[in-house]
């Protein structure tokens, strides 16, 4: 059974950092790109970032310098650090695994993060 559990969202002041992680199982971890997207109210789920399997890296325009992706195989987690938060981040935060050829797509439950003061 395929497991994607985000952790690690909450209330975050505007200029601090945070970091999710999301824990995998129920797969062969290092064959996945593995990715976060994120959803605000009334908007479509959009790339945040992703993780090739030889760790090729891709960010949205909106976090680039802003955000990190990275991944532990070892610990079959991603993680996503994001510095510099502004309120436009908030929004629910969507871990992703999808197979190389893109046949497969697992998704997290999702995890809040919301930035305000």
């Known amino acids: 059974q395929v497991q994607l559990v985000e952790s690690g969202g909450g209330l975050v002041q505007p200029g601090e950092s945070h970091r999710l992680s999301c824990a995998a199982s129920g797969f062969i971890f290092n064959l996945y790109v593995m990715g976060w997207y994120r959803q605000a109210p009334g908007k479509q789920r959009e790339l945040v970032a992703t993780?090739?399997?030889?760790?090729?890296?891709n960010y949205g325009d909106s976090v680039k310098g802003r955000f990190t992706i990275s991944r532990d195989n070892a610990k079959n987690t991603v993680y996503l650090q994001m510095n510099s938060l502004v309120p436009e981040d908030t929004a629910v935060y969507f871990c992703?695994?999808?197979?190389?050829?893109?046949?497969?797509?697992?998704w997290g439950q999702g995890t809040q993060v919301t930035v305000s003061q």
């Open positions: 992703n695994a999808r197979s190389g050829a893109g046949i497969y797509s697992y």
């Open positions: 993780i090739g399997r030889s760790g090729l890296l």
